[in-house]
């Protein structure tokens, strides 16, 4: 099974553009169960806190799919602090759960995650992330 972090910023675009590249791999491949989304208590903190925001009122948030999305994914706990900053310091838990559990990271936001900062982590864009999982194709 393929093991991937999703970046707060994948599940807000997959939710506010629905046939966006975010949103096939949430909807395609995510909730299809073809991949297995990662998360830990922190980043389901995150997600949630996230898409309850004012500013994404207006496009029916949260997503209705969110939850079922939380409730079937790999749940670890919250991995040691990532001694490695990038950014943003709100990004280094992503960073230590795809490192604790073997998974990659997608995020929209690849300049948050510079090389200094992955150590050995794989960080792939959605559009590189949706490439390659059309490349190797559904198990």
């Known amino acids: ?3 991937v972090v ?3 910023n994948v599940i807000v675009s997959a939710a506010i553009k629905p046939g966006s590249i975010p949103a096939k791999i949430v909807m395609d491949w995510a909730l299809d169960g073809h991949i297995q989304v990662v998360t830990s208590p922190w980043v ?3 997600y949630r806190e996230v898409v309850q925001r004012a500013k994404f009122r207006r496009y029916g948030f949260p997503p209705q799919w969110m939850e079922y999305l939380v409730e079937e994914s790999l749940h670890l706990p919250d991995p040691p602090p ?4 990038g950014q943003d310091p709100k990004d280094a838990p992503f960073l230590a ?5 073997g998974a990659w990271l997608v ?3 690849l300049k948050h995650f510079p090389e200094i900062a992955r150590k050995g982590v794989i960080v792939r864009s959605p559009s590189d992330y949706l490439a ?3 490349e190797t194709g559904k198990p």
């Open 107 to 109: 995020t929209g936001n």
């Open 6 to 8: 999703l970046d707060t």
């Open 1 to 3: 099974m393929r093991l």
């Open 44 to 46: 389901i903190g995150e």
């Open 97 to 101: 759960l795809a490192h604790a559990s």
């Open 132 to 134: 390659h999982l059309v």
């Open 82 to 85: 990532w001694p490695y900053q």
